[in-house]
C-alpha cells in the first residue's frame, strides 16, 4: 500500500462546477497535510495546509480533513480553466513530505 | 526575484558525465531538499539536508550525491550519469509557517544519452 494515495484521473469538471479531489494516506500518527498544484512542466505551488480535523477555506479552496478515516480532500469552487493542473497531496511524516503521485484535474468551457 | 533558483535550467548530457545541479534560496530557510520527477511516479526524495553540518539519504540516492555549502546552498551530482537518471528535478526549501511546507524552484531538464 502506498504511504499517499490519489486517483490519477483526469478528472474533467465543466467551468462553474466544483471540483473535489481525494488523497487518502497510511499512517495514522500523519499530523500536517498539504495541497500542491502543478502545472504542465513546471514546479508544485503550495497551496494550502491543514492540521485539525474538520474544513480549512481559504478563496476557492477549502482543504477538509477527516483523521480518522485518514482521508484529506481539496475542494475547488467555481472551477476556471486555468484550474487545469495536476494536484499533489502531502503528507508529513519524520522530517520529510510524502508526495501522492497527484490527480489531473480537467476544467472545460 | 524568485526565493528558490536552480542552474542550469536544462541539460543534456551524456552517459557516463558527471554533472552538478545547483540550488540557491534566499527565504532563509534552514532544511532544503533534492526531488526527481517521473511520469507516473511522482515525486521522489534523493536527498535532504536540515542545516550545513546534516545531510540525509532520500529513498533514492543511490547514485547521486550532494553538498550543503552555506546555509543558502544545496548542490546535487550524478557522478556518473546514466539514461535513466533522465527526469525534472526540484529543489525545494522549509522553515515556513509551519516549518513543513516546502518550497520548490523551477526544476531542472536533466536529459542523459
Known amino acids: 500500500q502506498k504511504e499517499v494515495e490519489q486517483n490519477s484521473g483526469p478528472l474533467s469538471v465543466p467551468e462553474g462546477a466544483i471540483a473535489s479531489l481525494n488523497c487518502t494516506y497510511s499512517?495514522?500518527?500523519?499530523?500536517?497535510f498539504f495541497w500542491y498544484r502543478q502545472y504542465s512542466g513546471k514546479s508544485p505551488e503550495l497551496i494550502m495546509f491543514?492540521?485539525?480535523?474538520g474544513d480549512k477555506e481559504d478563496g476557492r479552496f477549502t482543504a477538509q480533513l477527516n483523521k480518522a478515516s485518514q482521508y484529506v480532500s481539496l475542494l475547488i469552487r467555481d472551477s476556471q480553466p486555468s484550474d487545469s493542473a495536476t494536484y499533489l497531496c502531502?503528507?508529513?511524516?519524520?522530517?520529510?513530505?510524502?508526495f501522492g503521485t497527484g490527480t489531473r484535474l480537467q476544467v472545460f468551457p | 526575484d524568485a526565493d528558490v533558483t536552480q542552474t542550469p535550467r536544462n541539460r543534456i548530457t551524456k552517459t557516463g558525465k558527471r554533472i552538478m545541479l545547483e540550488c540557491s534560496q534566499t527565504?532563509?530557510?534552514?532544511?532544503m531538499y533534492w526531488y526527481r520527477q517521473d511520469p507516473g511516479l511522482g515525486l521522489r526524495l534523493i536527498y535532504y539536508?536540515?542545516?550545513?553540518?546534516?545531510?540525509n539519504k532520500g529513498e533514492i540516492s543511490d547514485g547521486y550525491s550532494v553538498s550543503r555549502q552555506a546555509q543558502a546552498k544545496f548542490s546535487l551530482s550524478l557522478e556518473s550519469a546514466i539514461p535513466n537518471q533522465t527526469a525534472l528535478y526540484f529543489c525545494?526549501?522549509?522553515?515556513?509557517?509551519?516549518?513543513?511546507?516546502?518550497?520548490f524552484g523551477p526544476g531542472t531538464r536533466l536529459t542523459v544519452t
Open positions: 527565504k532563509g530557510h534552514d532544511r
Open positions: 539536508s536540515f542545516d550545513v553540518k546534516d545531510i
Open positions: 525545494a526549501t522549509s522553515g515556513g509557517n509551519t516549518g513543513y511546507e516546502q518550497y
Open positions: 491543514i492540521y485539525s480535523n
Open positions: 502531502a503528507v508529513y511524516n519524520t522530517d520529510k513530505l510524502i
Open positions: 499512517d495514522r500518527g500523519s499530523q500536517s
